[in-house]
């Protein structure tokens, strides 16, 4: 087997060799033609996790958060400035404590939203990620239907350029 590979190889580098001569030698040395889109910026990536706690309005009660969120942002900018990011929320480890109840609820789930910015200014993109609220009360095996929440609201700011810059997440209504 082993003599095998060895003849295999031989003959590869005899083919190479004999077919190197006839690429043509401007083929190697040409420059690549811009096009609009190589000119604008270039796609911007970050992922970033944050500490999440606080109180929010539940379906029954307030209930306080704790937990991690890990939130990445996608710019891709247009070649005329603006764009469009795309970030993505992710809850890890994330539980909650009923106000009244004591009981201990668990949030889980992931969002996805796309929004667009502008080719003027540094804009402040701000979102609020749907997750899965998992009540204490319920038997093993359930089927529960999901009781969609928005606890928690994601703020992102990108330039003009699509550069990313802070990113933040508080838990709570957000002030308009």
Known sequence: MRRNALRLAGKVCLLTAALGPTVPATAATAEPTRTARAAAALPQFRTVRLPVSGTFAGPAEKIRVTGTLDV?????????????????????????????????????????????????????????????????????????????????TVSVTVSSTGVIGAVTATVGTPAP
Request: charged fraction near 10%; proline fraction near 14%.
């Open 72 to 152: 990445t942002v996608l710019t891709l900018p247009a070649a005329a400035g603006g764009g469009t990011a795309q970030i993505i929320s992710s809850l890890d480890g994330t539980g909650g404590t009923g106000g009244s109840s004591g009981g201990a609820y668990d949030l889980v789930g992931a969002g996805r939203d796309s929004l667009p910015f502008s080719a003027g200014a540094t804009t402040t993109l701000k979102t609020r990620p749907s997750f899965v609220l998992v009540s204490p009360v319920v038997p093993p095996h359930p089927v529960v239907p999901p009781n969609p929440i928005r606890p928690v």
